[in-house]
């Protein structure tokens, strides 16, 4: 059975940091473009970060230069490093695994979901 399992996340200060995980079991996570969503109250999910198979990384420009998104493919697992938290940041996060094959088909799987709270 495919399934990610997402860990960390909580409560923490303006300027604190998180680490989110996200461990991939039943599939070859190394192949996959591994990603981290968010969706904040009354707001639409948006794409925080991503990384290829390759180790390519984008960021959106709200989190850039204080999120590092990382991967380890020997153990399935991905992270999302979180620095300098902001109160804006507050949202429920998520992680995703996606394989496209050349003819647009794809291989998709989400986290459950956790969520972060930045608040003093």
């Known amino acids: 059975q495919e399934h990610l399992v997402q860990s960390g996340g909580g409560l923490v200060q303006p300027g604190g940091s998180l680490r989110l995980s996200c461990s991939a079991s039943?599939?070859?996570?190394?192949?996959?473009?591994s990603g981290w969503y968010r969706q904040a109250p009354g707001k639409q999910r948006e794409l925080v970060a991503s990384i290829t198979s390759g180790g390519i990384t984008n960021y959106t420009d709200s989190v850039k230069g204080r999120f590092i998104i990382s991967r380890d493919n020997a153990r399935n697992t991905g992270y999302l490093q979180m620095n300098s938290l902001k109160p804006e940041d507050t949202a429920v996060y998520y992680c995703?695994?996606?394989?496209?094959?050349?003819?647009?088909?794809?291989?998709?799987?989400w986290g459950q979901g956790t969520l972060v709270t930045v608040s003093s």
């Open positions: 995703m695994a996606r394989f496209a094959f050349a003819n647009g088909d794809a291989y998709e799987y």
């Open positions: 039943g599939i070859t996570f190394g192949i996959y473009t």
